[in-house]
């Protein structure tokens, strides 16, 4: 599969090499890397490298983060050298920081904060770049859902991964409830029921 999404990534005309590699985030979670090698005169990863690859990628295949080197590390072989590729740097990826405002953007960052253990989240940042993925998507959607009482479809994580993109499509604020609607139960006793 990592050659996969390493053939995709040739594709971009900005793109003279690519390489991908699974890498372990602070949650534990195993994300993708991908090291390019660009033919972008000032050494830039081309803005639109992550779009080009939720192109042709499933979510779940399109790297969390982009990192340019001049050349990659090779081995005497002449075969890349894959476990010389640098760690990301901390905040690779991650836009300029815009703090969160409004109430539904400090929502979002909060519910990301928590899930992703990153502080000073930007109202621009993108969850995939922050290391989200599939399995974090769902548990996003399980706390907005939680937190204003609305059905927030999982979809809406994929569509819109910024975090301001996202915030726009929860509900109006003043719609949230102050929590899950609580489901009375009901237990069955002998001769008729109860609640609890």
């Known amino acids: 599969e990592l050659g996969e999404v390493e053939e995709v990534l040739r594709r971009h005309p900005g793109v003279a090499e690519a390489v991908v590699v699974a890498r372990q985030d602070v949650t534990g979670s195993l994300r ?50 894959r476990s010389a590729l640098p760690d990301p740097e901390p905040g690779a990826g991650r836009a300029a920081f815009r703090p969160p405002s409004g109430p539904a953007e400090e929502l979002v960052a909060r519910v990301w904060s928590e899930l992703l253990d990153v502080t000073g989240i930007s109202a621009d940042d993108d969850f995939f770049t922050l290391g989200g993925h599939s399995l974090l998507a769902t548990r996003v959607v399980s706390r907005l859902t939680a937190r ?17 993109d996202l915030a726009r499509q929860l509900p109006d604020p003043a719609s949230w409830s102050a929590g899950p609607t609580h489901i009375q139960r009901i237990r069955r006793v002998r001769g008729g029921t109860t609640t609890g």
Do not use: C, Q
């Open 148 to 164: 204003t009482g609305a059905d927030i479809p999982l979809h809406l994580v994929f569509e819109h991964s910024v975090l301001a």
């Open 32 to 81: 993708l890397v991908a090291y390019t090698v660009t033919h972008e005169p000032d050494g830039d990863v081309p803005a639109d490298l992550a779009s080009h690859a939720r192109a042709w990628l499933p979510d779940f295949m399109v790297p969390s983060v982009f990192v340019v080197l001049e050349e990659f590390p090779l081995l005497p072989n002449g075969k890349i050298d």
